[in-house]
């Protein structure tokens, strides 16, 4: 058994508005949130009046302590004012992805029972169809405006009582977010106010934020990383949080530049473009400090020439998973230059790691030796809502939640990931991992991106496929040139057996291969 190096965190006996702004006011004429595009501002005491004022407005149409709202938004300046306001009226969110078609987001009210929707006028036609298949929503709000629909600006007009609902943080839910599909049908992950509450306490001791950090949000907030990373976490402490919508090479680059942002919380998908492509150079971005990628496996060599193009310290790396609040695991600022190439971290407070046989879950596994990483802490979810059989299938009896990821430590405690359990493939019996695959491949000058699942041959045994991305511009590079390059960097089991080029590689909104999208082409 792992456990973490740093002093236990107490729990955190909060509702997460008043964890996360219990400051707020002090922070006064502080900007907190900064729209990325034009400028618009709000300062932390703008913020904490205007949750308040929400969170009576939401109280008067009829939200109660139980009711589930579902925030169908990409990142805006109203989106935190939603989440807070809705946690504050008592209400749970559950957060939707905003490309979501009308028939899966109406899967997600219906699972949650969600009775209302806050979304923006751009993704209206989208709510109310999904609102109409689910049933049982009773209005949508509109974050900017709408014709027959009522604004949050216009709710802020209320003179009615802020609400007192008497939250329980150990035991109500928080938020209701839905895993990412990657393995299977998405489940809604109940989390408590308590635990990501408690998680972002944990994480201080590694990842350190406060006023004077300018703070690039640009992954989605509705998914886990984005709300604790770029959200809840710099708000918590002061600093100031710029917002994009969705992640566009040319305006990320430019928001950079105009804000003098200190701080990025990406995945490897920008880590790669930082790395690689021409426009960077364009922009001024030494006001960068630090660059922490989560969210899938970063190869330590895309890590480096990242680090290297931007002048910066290592890359850190960042672990966890929607069903841990999100974060187990982080490289600590301080030490990113210690810390080994490929390492996602180290265990944050209060957290225990086992790394167990694959073939043996009793069998703890030491140092060196790859095993599926079980955790267990404060910040384990509640379970899957209305699945106990799969709450029970992922989390033991003895409290310790099954990742279904392959890692080991090395001697100093340094966790690397390997890959995914039901993502290996099996070659003769031999296992290959995907990740290490795509990083060689993404190594490539004529790849931009790069995809591997496994795949049945004619004989039937499970073989590597890759989709590859070929770079814009580029000359080929054709099939036998790929599968040559892989052959002569791995060992013979590993070769990647099968090509398809393809345009691009379908992802999550948090960075991660939507590995199931591509075996239908297979």
Request: hydrophobic share 40%; aromatic share 6%; net charge neutral.
């Amino acid at each position: 058994m792992f456990r973490s190096e740093y002093a236990d965190v107490p729990p955190v006996e909060l509702p997460i508005h008043d964890a996360v702004l219990g400051h707020a006011a002090g922070f006064g004429d502080r900007p907190a949130l900064v729209d990325g595009t034009d400028g618009t501002t709000l300062t932390y005491e703008q913020l904490d009046r205007f949750h308040r004022r929400l969170a009576a407005a939401l109280a008067g149409t009829g939200v109660r302590k139980g009711d589930v709202l579902a925030l169908h938004s990409p990142n805006t300046l109203a989106f935190p004012l939603a989440f807070y306001a809705a946690t504050r009226a008592g209400a749970t969110v559950t957060t939707a992805h905003p490309l979501a078609t009308a028939e899966e987001f109406a899967r997600q009210l219906r699972d949650s029972a969600a009775r209302w929707i806050v979304t923006v006028s751009t993704l209206l036609r989208t709510a109310r169809r999904a609102a109409g298949l689910a049933g049982g929503v009773r209005e949508i709000l509109v974050c900017d405006s709408a014709p027959g629909h009522r604004s949050l600006t216009g709710l802020l007009d209320t003179t009615a009582p802020e609400p007192r609902a008497a939250i329980d943080p150990a035991e109500d839910i928080a938020v209701l977010p839905y895993s990412s599909g990657t393995t299977g049908t998405p489940k809604g992950v109940l989390l408590t106010h308590r635990q990501i509450a408690t998680n972002l306490a944990q994480l201080d001791s590694a990842i350190p934020a406060g006023p004077g950090d300018r703070v690039l949000a640009v992954l989605p907030f509705f998914h886990i990383y984005g709300l604790t990373a770029l959200m809840n976490g710099p708000l918590r402490k002061g600093a100031t949080v710029v917002v994009l919508p969705r992640f566009e090479l040319e305006t990320f680059l430019a928001a950079i530049d105009k804000h003098r942002i200190t701080s990025l919380y990406v995945a490897p998908p920008i880590v790669l473009a930082l790395a690689k492509h021409p426009a960077v150079g364009r922009y001024d971005l030494s006001s960068l400090k630090y660059v922490i990628s989560a969210a899938a496996p970063l190869d330590a060599r895309l890590a480096h020439a990242c680090s290297e193009r931007l002048g910066l310290p290592p890359i850190g790396q960042a672990y966890g998973m929607t069903e841990l609040s999100p974060g187990t695991h982080a490289v600590p600022l301080d030490r990113l230059r210690e810390a080994p190439a490929g390492t996602v971290g180290r265990l944050i407070a209060g957290t225990e790691m086992r790394i167990v046989s694959l073939d043996d879950p009793r069998r703890d596994l030491g140092p060196g030796e790859p095993g599926e990483i079980l955790i267990r802490g404060p910040q384990v979810m509640k379970g899957y809502l209305g699945r106990p059989d799969a709450t029970a299938a992922l989390i033991d009896p003895d409290g310790w939640l099954h990742t279904g990821d392959v890692g080991h430590t090395d001697a100093d405690g340094w966790l690397f990931v390997v890959d995914r359990v039901k993502e290996l493939i099996k070659y003769k019996g031999y296992q290959v991992a995907p990740a290490e695959l795509e990083a060689l491949l993404l190594t490539h000058p004529g790849i931009a991106d790069a995809a591997v699942i496994g795949a049945r041959d004619e004989d039937g045994n499970e073989i590597p496929h890759a989709f590859v991305v070929r770079r814009p511009g580029a000359d080929g590079p054709a099939e036998d040139e790929v599968l040559e390059f892989v052959a002569e960097r791995v060992a013979p089991y590993k070769r990647v057996r099968r090509i398809t080029f393809t345009d691009t590689v379908p992802r999550a909104a948090s960075g991660k291969i939507l590995r199931r999208q591509l075996r239908e082409y297979t």
